[in-house]
């Protein structure tokens, strides 16, 4: 058991979910995958190891998964909601080809100043942050 599974149970019992093996199941792949995974990419993965499981259940606790912290739903432009871990994990930006939707991420601590300065100006307090750049990566350009 990871701190993640132990988060996931305890958000579970606290909002009258069942805790179910299926969805400790579908954390663990999920925890096990490459990083910006689709719903539909984790339950082709899920199809591996345990066939029973349905689509709609690992797009409805990739939604328990984002609401306890420990996933982060991430959309770079091409209609395909994403998901990455979050749990400790700072806050960081996306650079995403656009013809090949190859993605990169980088550090946005040197962003935490600017952040607070536009915050501060606007009146809002900060509850998040998107970073992302478009271009065209190495290898679609040549
Ligand atoms: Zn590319
Ligand atoms: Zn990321």
Same mark, same amino acid.
């Given at each position: 058991m990871t701190a993640e599974h132990d988060i996931l149970d305890e958000y579970l #019992? !606290? $909002?009258? @979910?069942k805790k179910t093996k299926q969805r400790h199941d579908i954390?663990? %792949? @999920?925890l096990n995958s490459g990083r910006h995974i689709s719903a539909y990419e984790l339950h082709a993965l899920l199809q591996r190891k345990h066939r029973g +499981?349905? @689509? #709609?259940t690992v797009y409805r606790t990739l939604g328990i998964l984002t609401k306890c912290g420990i996933a982060n739903? %991430? !959309?770079f432009g091409d209609g395909q909601a994403r998901f990455e871990k979050a749990f400790k994990r700072e806050a960081h930006g $996306? +650079? +995403?080809c656009t013809k090949c939707g190859k993605t990169e991420e980088f550090d946005i601590s040197s962003l935490a100043e600017f952040k607070k300065q536009a915050a501060d100006k606007a009146g809002y307090v900060v509850s998040g942050c998107r @970073?992302?750049?478009y271009g065209l990566c190495q290898k679609c350009r040549s």
């Open positions: #019992s !606290n $909002h009258g @979910f954390l663990d %792949v @999920f +499981i349905g @689509f #709609s739903e %991430v !959309n $996306h +650079i +995403i @970073f992302e750049i």
